[in-house]
């Protein structure tokens, strides 16, 4: 079976200005067959934009309290404006956590306009949605989305896997570090599902470059699931595009 994605067709909007939705656009949205092609774009970066904008938000601290000491001062737990709260040095990730997880389900449930629903391309996932500048619009059709869909769902099946393999591998740990790098690892699949790309070492490269912003080292999870990967069989290897 061939999940591989065809994108020859997608429509681009490069960054600039965007305005909010309010006055006439929200006329245009109640007569969304009156919205040009330019207009969906926008309107789609706008949404993107203002996700971003929610994000950023949600997680400004709007209190403070000291909670223990160490070699290097005061350890603070910071409070957050809509109810996040924790150590100060989980803060952003716990943020970026958050986005990453509202990306995915943007691309998984796309943007609804009106009583019309577009779906992004998973091309956009490698973008840098921290930079507004860097936003690049990309629509797919309904049928490239639910190969998209069903892509993700065969993935799902031989991540399954990945994890049993992982367990086998991980024997001479801890269990408390054995269970939170399982849950570290359901996590980085998670991300590999969500970017569309069907090679996947590609894909676990930018996942891994989502989840840590770097593309220099590779991360404890990256390794080990590459080797639990190279304990599936001949059928799965092939889907995900793995040589042996």
């Given amino acids: 079976m061939n999940f591989v994605l065809p994108f020859s067709f997608a429509t681009a909007v490069k960054s600039g200005p965007v305005q909010s939705e309010s006055g006439d656009e929200r006329e245009k949205l109640c007569e969304v067959w009156s919205l040009t092609d330019t207009d969906v774009l926008a309107i789609v970066k706008r949404r993107i934009i203002n996700l971003m904008d929610k994000i950023h938000k ?14 290097y001062g ?40 009106g009583y019309k629903t577009y779906y992004l391309d998973p091309i956009m996932y490698r973008q840098d949605w921290y930079d507004q ?48 790098m399982k849950t570290k690892i359901k996590w980085l699949l998670t991300i590999v599902k969500a970017t569309g790309i069907s090679n996947f070492m590609d894909a676990l490269l930018v996942a891994k470059q989502s989840e840590y ?20 069989d001949a059928a799965d290897k092939s889907l995900l595009q793995i040589s042996d």
């Fill in 74 to 113: 005061s350890k603070l737990w910071v409070f957050c404006e809509d109810g996040w709260s924790g150590r100060s040095w989980d803060l952003d990730l716990a943020k970026h956590h958050d986005m990453l997880t509202k990306k995915n389900l943007m691309f998984q449930n796309g943007v609804k306009i």
């Fill in 58 to 71: 949600s997680y400004e601290v709007v209190d403070t309290e000291v909670d223990g000491c160490d070699e």
């Fill in 133 to 180: 500048s860097s936003i690049e619009v990309n629509l797919i059709s309904e049928e490239q989305h639910a190969a998209y869909i069903a892509t993700g769902e065969a993935m799902s099946n031989i991540f399954d896997k990945i994890v049993s393999n992982f367990e086998k591998i991980d024997t001479s740990s801890y269990f408390n570090r054995a269970y939170h």
């Fill in 213 to 232: 912003l770097s593309s220099q080292t590779r991360c404890e999870e990256y390794t080990l699931i590459v080797r639990a990967a190279t304990m599936l």
